[in-house]
């Protein structure tokens, strides 16, 4: 396969220089790039990059004289392939010109999969896209399979005046060998897990709400003792999660860092000082799981945590047995519609203070999502195809990618997009709507308005989202960080073993007696830097390094 790449890497380096490509200079200067509303000519020689009024550069002017068509292959969720009739892409056909044609095939299949079949032959298709893919885009391009984008910033102005903004973004999104070979999806907006409690159980039980993680013990002890569901039965579940991997974070509470992001295997963490450690390894995180195993043992957490899989929201709410989650805002908040309970409240609450006397949450959106699109080598016109996936960038690009279309899915109230009351109270779910009958929401190359998301969040859960926002819990998250191969090989190396490791001796612990905790620790310690914890932390460290020299620039 990678000799292929290498073969291909000639053949259109020979074909870049016919074509007369513009600056093969990779080292992607910012200052030389026109910002969207510029209309200077760049500096690299290649003639004139004036923007017109829809953004667009106009080296390619929208809609173009002559139609074109590109191939799209697009695979994403497992769920869906591109739709030409889309309303968006529809839209945006009309705007530029620009078709894309459908070659994803066999709906329902794994994505990643599906994807990974196309490089056996080469990556044929013009356009591909689709989430969880952004790595193979960094680690295929450098190869020769991808267009670099530094290579076409006079087609890219508005992505190209984004990057000038985020450097963080452009840290994350170049690859070993210093190209962009993608665009990604970008989310926006920082809440993504919050605390919620049943609020209706503490009036019942005529309690205030926790502030403090021992006034939280209290009340879990409460919940499992005084019946606050009052049906005569000690039937309640106090703590409970989807994912046992989520309830880890308890450690949290006892001042421990538990993952980098939201990947569960995603444990080095970066500090402020530039420098990383890994958290199951830290001594507070030998304290906090100690806890956890206590709490799990005062029956405080779900006794089926590690086996219920992702049922416990949607059997333990409805079923009036559930106090409290650390779980998705939006998703989570819509149970005050669904339960089906009277006085079912299930709000929102901020993070318990530590007993040292701290206040954080972990868990927050990643800014760069492994999503996004990449121009093939084999497309034969990729200026016009970049300008086309730039658009997305423009305002009303933003906008339609968010939104869908005014008249179909939103109406302009106030010169703000609003969504309709058919897309708010449909059947189905906002988000699903949008990706699967608009074209919206897609997980391609485009930057996320979070205020998407608040129009169909439930009350509860915008005033959580409000919260988290005005008390800025945050902290620092370890970006997905692009490997070079010796760094990778490392990590392909070790990182698994020693999730399984570290998953199999903390259950242990969790289920057994909590002292198990401090008699095996150095054990377990000496058997994770034999698993090749320090390497892996080191490869880590060198890779972020590098980001931060980027994003610092
Ligand atoms: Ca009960």
Redesign the pocket.
Known sequence: MRKSFVLLLIATLSMGTLAGCSSSDSSSSSSSTPAPSASSASSDGSGGSFVDEYGSPTGVVFPLDNAMTYRFHYHARDMYVFDPSWPVFQEMAEITNISLVNTGNIVGTNSVEQFQLQAVDGFPDDLYGGNNITTYFMEYGPDGAFYALNDYWDYLPNFRAYLDDNPDVEAVITAYDGNIYHIPYIQDGDTARTWFIRMDWLDNLGLEVPTTVQELEDVLIAFRDD??????????IPYFNDKYTEMMRLVNLWDARCYGQDASTERVIPREDGTVYHAWTADEFKTGIYNISRWYDMGLIDKEIFTKGNAARREYLPGDIGGVTHEWVASTSAYNDTAGIDGFHFGVFAPPITENGNQWEEHSRLKVRPDGWAVSHNCKNPEELFAYMDYFFSDYGRIISNYGIEGISYELVDGHPTFTEEVLNGDVAVNTYLESEIGAQLKHGYWMDYDYEYQWTHEVGRAGVDLYNEGDYGVLQMPPLSMTEDQKNVIDNTRANLVAYQDEMTMRWIMGDPDLVYAEWDTYLAECEKLGISQLVNAYQEAYTTYLEIAEQ
Not at 227 to 236: M, Q, R, S, T
Request: hydrophobic share 10%.
């Open positions: 019946d606050p569901n009052g049906n005569g039965l000690k039937d309640e």
